[in-house]
């Protein structure tokens, strides 16, 4: 079997993280792509029709293989009223001070992954990662029979055993330092990145990814050490500037400094991490996932468009003092040179 960069095509081992929520737009996958490494496109949250954009407009802008990303399909169980109650009540202040509308759970709280799939299946991207679970071997087939690789994501040995068993190409080893939404199934043990990509090629004969904290050439070359193919960096470009990150988002991670992170439920119900802020101190019994996540939504979009952080979800990972701003090629070559 190829090495995964001989297999993609890849002059630098490095994915750029897919960051589902606007941050990953096609020109910053195309940059990291055109400069060597792979670009992937978050988009868990886009609608098909939107994937089926995506893929075209990251194929005008570089010839380079890249990956679209998807949240694997969970069971979620609807809210009780009283849970919605309380949900909604820790929210209003917020509306209130953003001069908007009491907070309403919308009908449509998540895309559906079959449309989605379908979606990403005609594009017919290099690689189809994915995060929260598991796919069905139906799923995995008619990927592979379009020939496109899949990279599952587990954040311990069980999940990468079980993503292993699925048939599954790769694994994102994702440790607990990483920024943004957890994205394992199991009991999370936020384990070093390092560690826990040492213990994963021991076991796991799939070719590894290490995830979380990933951002310096240091940090990439001991993970490639330890045994992983490719390491995968999020934070570090999300002052790139073609990242789609917000003005607000980008002067919080700017300010921040070690230690400044934190694990939160507060905007989507699932666990995330990012940079410490009003919402998260203020919102302590959010509804399950996608339902919270669809509650904030409007929360989310004022506070961006009103340049107040302080309602935003500022994912970050641990590492985020030592990010920069930058080209997407000057950070990828900051990280491999
Ligand atoms: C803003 C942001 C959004 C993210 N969105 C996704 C996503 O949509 N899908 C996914 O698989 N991982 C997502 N992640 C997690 C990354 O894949 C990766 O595990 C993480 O960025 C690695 O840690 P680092 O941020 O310290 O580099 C996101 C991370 C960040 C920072």
């Known amino acids: 079997m190829l090495p995964l960069t ?38 868990g949250y886009l609608k098909p029709e939107q994937i089926r954009e995506a893929g075209p407009a990251v194929r005008r802008l570089t010839p380079g293989p890249f990956a679209l990303n998807l949240f694997a399909p969970q069971s979620a169980v609807e809210p009780t009223q009283a849970a919605l109650q309380r949900a909604v009540s820790e929210l209003s202040p917020f509306h209130t001070a953003l001069n908007l509308p009491p907070p309403t759970l919308p009908q449509h709280v998540s895309e559906d992954f079959e449309a989605q799939l379908e979606a990403v299946l005609e594009v017919g991207p290099a690689v189809l990662s994915f995060a929260f679970g598991r796919l069905n071997p139906g799923h995995l087939e008619a990927l592979h029979a379009r020939r496109i690789l899949t990279i599952g994501t587990a954040t311990g040995l069980e999940e990468a055993r079980q993503l292993e068993a699925d048939g599954v190409d790769t694994i994102v080893m994702q440790g607990g330092a990483a920024g943004g939404h957890r994205g394992g199934w199991l009991a999370d043990e936020l384990a070093d990145t390092l560690a826990l990509t040492r213990a994963a090629a021991q076991t796991i004969r799939v070719p590894l990814i290490a995830a979380g904290g990933l951002m310096t050439a240091a940090d990439v070359r001991a993970v490639l050490d330890a045994g992983a193919s490719l390491a995968q960096c999020g934070t570090a470009f999300l002052r790139a500037v073609e990242a789609g990150t917000s003005a607000p988002y980008r002067e919080a991670l700017a300010k921040a400094k070690a230690g400044d992170t934190v694990l939160t439920r507060a905007f989507s119900g ?23 996540n669809a509650l904030t939504r409007q929360m989310r979009a004022a506070g961006a468009a009103t340049n107040r952080a302080d309602v935003l979800s500022l994912w970050a990972g641990e590492g985020v003092a030592q990010g920069r701003e930058g080209t997407a090629a000057q950070i990828l070559e900051s990280l491999w040179s």
């Open 270 to 292: 699932r666990t995330a991490r990012g940079l410490k802020n009003a919402a998260i101190a203020e919102i302590g019994q959010p509804l399950p996932y996608p339902f919270q």
């Open 6 to 43: 001989q297999r993609l095509g890849l002059r630098v081992p490095i994915v750029l993280a897919p960051m589902a929520g606007g941050v990953s737009t096609p020109d910053l996958v195309a940059a990291v792509s055109n400069a060597g490494g792979l670009g992937s496109v978050g988009a």
